[in-house]
T-cell receptor, first 110, second 116 residues
């Protein structure tokens, strides 16, 4: 099946800093989502972004499907951004089966 | 909408007992997914339904696990008999159809299962 890698595995930032999280996938994908799991365990959908660029406040995401990667940008980070960021991809069978990457654990220090 | 609702939030049970986890998806969503999260394996898809019909259950670990969706507003995941290695957080998620303008997963809060 499709393989998903995320980097870096861990990231520590000072409040106010910017960061870029990367998701690489091994095969062509039809769809891609980014999620944030907060320290209380809740999974929040950030973006559905099979291609192109989207922005929502301080967060933006870009997917280049032909090159098999997606990037999540966090600007002016806040302590509430802490948690784990997951990339999930859906492969070519249109089965709506999203495979999750291992995540990037972000810690934003005050 | 209240979002995806899971119950119970926490479950502690003894090995060998039956466990039933419950999920109410968002009204109007066509798809329902059950995921399991562990430190070792991350988030794994167990099974998903489309319009109440199971489509892919290849992630269900073994025959001790079963899932049903008797109607559009309710699904259960049952483990019988439970084992300590089943301890994990179980998430339910729902989504509209792919062409929907608000397509994407919405997750419930999860059920933390501990089997002792």
């Amino acid at each position: 099946g499709i393989q998903v890698e995320q980097s870096p595995p861990d990231l520590i930032l000072q409040e106010g800093a910017n960061s870029t999280l990367r998701c690489n996938f091994s095969d062509s994908v039809n769809n891609l989502q980014w999620f944030h799991q907060n320290p209380w365990g809740q999974l929040i959908n950030l973006f559905y972004i099979p291609s192109g660029t989207k922005q929502n406040g301080r967060l933006s995401a870009t997917t280049v499907a032909t090159e098999r990667y997606s990037l999540l940008y966090i600007s002016s980070s806040q302590t509430t951004d802490s948690g784990v960021y997951f990339c999930a991809v859906e492969g070519g069978n249109y089965g709506q089966n999203f495979v999750f990457g291992p995540g990037t654990r972000l810690s934003v220090l005050p | 909408d209240a979002g995806v609702i899971q119950s119970p939030r926490h479950e502690v049970t003894e090995m060998g007992q039956e466990v039933t986890l419950r999920c109410k998806p968002i009204s109007g969503h066509d798809y329902l997914f059950w995921y399991r999260q562990t430190m070792m394996r991350g988030l794994e898809l167990l099974i998903y339904f489309n319009n109440n019909v199971p489509i892919d259950d290849s992630g269900m670990p073994e025959d001790r696990f079963s899932a049903k969706m008797p109607n559009a507003s309710f699904s259960t995941l049952k483990i019988q008999p439970s084992e300590p290695r089943d301890s994990a957080v179980y998430f339910c998620a729902s989504s509209p159809y792919r062409g929907s303008p608000n397509y994407g997963y919405t997750f419930g809060s999860g059920t933390r299962l501990t089997v002792v």
